[in-house]
């Protein structure tokens, strides 16, 4: 049973907020990763990290920011959230090493801003 | 990174023997094929993963014939509960490799 863990599960905000999703995980996986998925549709990368102090962008423009001071923590920031920002955000863990090793994805955040 | 084509959807009824196949004309020599499954609502879970001829786990069975440029997932007997999307993706060997996902293949199985 994967050990990475997302709060919160749901949350309904005002427009203009600041919002922190949290993920964190217990498996001590170096590579972790924010993907942003609407309803039916296919995920989309928003940002990754290979470890403590490595951030990068991934292929889906995001206004979102993230941090990585802990292995555990890989925490998504929104300053201020609009519409637009709807979806739901789903966090993932790997494996340093070659291999092609499995994700682990966590119950992901549904976020709803009004 | 190789590129990767399956069907948008599929559908299929209880008890049946369900095969995604997906095409991966680039794959490269040391990467692997690996198939993740999501349901409604939740983050994608891992499945299986080969590199050539075939695999077998509790879940599923990976077909991959020896130019590896496709790969079959084989999902027997399937029930009600599989009903979800289905993505294949080539995973590189490399400690670089970011997991990138496309549309997958919805699968709907019917009573």
């Known amino acids: 049973e994967a050990d990475i863990y997302q709060t919160p599960r749901y949350l309904v905000i005002g427009t203009g907020k600041k919002i922190t999703l949290e993920c964190s995980q217990t498996?001590?996986?170096?590579?972790m990763y924010w993907y942003q998925q609407d309803p039916g549709m296919e995920l989309h990368l928003i940002h990754y990290?290979?470890?403590?102090?490595?951030?990068e962008k991934g292929d889906l423009s995001s206004e979102s920011t993230v941090s990585r001071i802990r292995t555990e923590h890989f925490p998504l920031t929104l300053e201020s959230a609009r519409p637009s920002h709807t979806s739901q955000y789903l966090c993932a863990s790997s494996e340093y090493f070659a291999g092609g090793t499995e994700a682990f994805f966590g119950q992901g955040t549904r976020l709803t801003v009004v | 990174l190789a590129k990767t084509t399956q069907p948008i959807s599929m559908d299929s009824y209880e008890g049946q023997e369900v095969n995604i196949t997906c095409s991966h004309n680039?794959?490269?020599?040391?990467?692997?094929i690996t198939w993740y499954q999501q349901f409604p609502s939740q983050g994608p879970r891992f499945i299986i993963q080969g590199y050539k001829t075939k695999v077998t786990n509790e879940v599923a069975s990976l077909f991959i014939p020896a130019d590896r440029k496709s790969s079959t997932l084989s999902l027997p007997r399937v029930s009600l509960s599989d009903t979800a999307v289905y993505y294949c993706l080539v995973a590189s060997s490399g400690g670089s490799y970011i997991p990138t996902f496309g549309r997958g293949t919805s699968l709907i199985v019917h009573p």
């Open positions: 990290s290979y470890g403590v102090n490595s951030t």
């Open positions: 498996m001590g996986h170096d590579k």
């Open positions: 680039n794959i490269a020599t040391n990467d692997y």
